[in-house]
């Protein structure tokens, strides 16, 4: 089993649209969970953290956490075809190191 | 306010040849990380730094691979002896770490490496 586990896609979704990306992890102490999101040969670009359970909003962005379930997710509201792009979870374990999923490919079309 | 600096951005190298590069953090971040990244991955650690100590590597890592923070601002990464498999984007984050867990890490642009 993976430790970070995400569906590779694609998701499409049309412009306007709520993009819903899901994320599990194996390891029961991991304590900070974090989104980014990676444009085609760029690197990764932070768009939110999320440390307790329930849901964290910023802007068009929310992630819901539920450690008991060892589930992440990211909702992305009014989805926009700028969002295109491979969205990536990460966890911190029991160490400082990132452990990242293999990322989700999101296309907003018009 | 600068981000994370990475130089070079793109190397092109023949396999056997030893290359290295360089990894300027946000000034006032006392963490630094080093990440390799393959085609439809995500990114894999591979060792980080807090000030001039080294405190972990990747069991994945080769002994071909080393790292340095001598003065604990930037750092570089070296591959001695490359291989077509070291073809990948490294990447450098860095984080102020303040005691607790979960820093934030920001990252910067990458170096793409092609070993020819």
């Known amino acids: 089993q993976k430790e970070v586990e995400q569906n590779s896609g694609p998701l499409s979704v049309p412009e306007g649209a709520i993009a819903s990306l899901n994320c599990t992890y194996s390891?029961?102490?991991?304590?900070?969970f974090f989104w980014y999101r990676q444009y085609s040969g760029k690197s990764p670009e932070l768009i939110m953290s999320?440390?307790?359970?329930g849901d964290k909003e910023d802007g068009r962005f929310t992630a819901q956490l539920n450690k008991a379930s060892q589930y992440v997710s990211l909702l992305i509201r009014d989805s926009q075809p700028s969002d295109s792009a491979t969205y990536l979870c990460?966890?911190?374990?029991?160490?400082?190191?990132?452990?990242f999923g293999t990322g989700t490919r999101l296309q907003v079309f018009p | 306010d600068t981000g994370v600096s990475q130089d070079p951005r793109h190397k092109i190298t023949k396999r056997g040849q030893n290359v290295t590069f360089r990894c300027d953090p946000i000034?006032?971040?006392?963490?630094l990380y080093w990440y390799r990244q393959t085609l439809g991955q995500g990114p894999e650690f591979l060792t980080y730094f807090q000030n001039e100590a080294q405190l972990e590597k990747s069991r994945l890592l080769s002994d071909r691979f080393s790292a340095e923070r001598p003065k604990g601002s930037f750092s570089t990464l070296e591959i001695q002896r490359t291989e077509q498999g070291d073809s990948a984007m490294y990447l450098c984050?860095?984080?102020?770490?303040?005691?607790?867990?979960?820093?934030?890490?920001?990252f910067g642009p990458g170096t793409r490496l092609t070993v020819l």
């Open positions: 984050a860095s984080s102020l770490h303040s005691g607790s867990w979960g820093d934030t890490q920001y």
């Open positions: 999320i440390y307790s359970n």
């Open positions: 390891d029961r102490v991991s304590q900070s």
């Open positions: 000034s006032e971040h006392n963490r």
């Open positions: 990460a966890v911190n374990g029991n160490t400082d190191k990132l452990i």
